[in-house]
């Protein structure tokens, strides 16, 4: 296996390099091409690297690993669920989760709340999973999970004439706004509740904390590479912070191009 210099003695100091996963190291939903991972075994040579994708470790260790490589070598830092599972050269740094965060009192009321509303919605059809818990979010569907495709199409119409999401979010917002909680409507048939910033910029409080430990490095440059960097993609966060230098990119031969130009490759 590839050995690289310790984090403090790469030859240039204090920069990472953060990689979002899909469109950006795989194509999407594919796996990383050898041409990739060898780029980025050069520049780990030189620079800290991590990854930062939404999905979990089983989904990032079959895009980027394979059955003998553990995802987890491949880069410095691993955060997954966009940092709130992370490793640092292979060993977990501390998790979190929805339930942590909000507590089960908190989250019975709100769960509570929802399935009631749901309960007493008048919609032309539903059916089931109404609530689908995750580790950093909640997903709630007026209709339902289980819905079919052509159950899925239907509804989406439906809602779009009829604001039913939009209402929903609306009433939550009013009733739980002040627990710092963002409702977000995606998709055909629901919306994802989780706790404000915990997107790709979660990830950056890991690094905050490595500066802060004993003999901790303080990543004073943090380039971040992703696809989605407009208004509502999953980059945007990230990519806009003033904490990074984004690089918006159009997929994986356009990052291997800028990494090539950027750190002469
Ligand atoms: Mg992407």
Redesign the pocket.
Known sequence: MATYPPLAERPIKNTIVLF?????LTPARLSVSPEMLNLLSRLREKVAIGFVGGSDLVKQQEQLGTPETNVTSLFDFCFSENGLTAYKLGEPLPSNSFIKWIGEDQYKELVRFILHYIADLEIPIKRGTFVEFRNGMINVSPIGRNASTQERLDYEKYDKEHGIRREFVERLRERFGHLGLTFSIGGQISFDVFPTGWDKTYCLKHLENEAKKPDGIEYSTIHFF???TMVGG??YEIYEDPRTIGHSVTGPGDTIAELKALFDL
């Open positions: 979002d996963v899909d469109g950006t992703g696809d989605k999953n980059d």
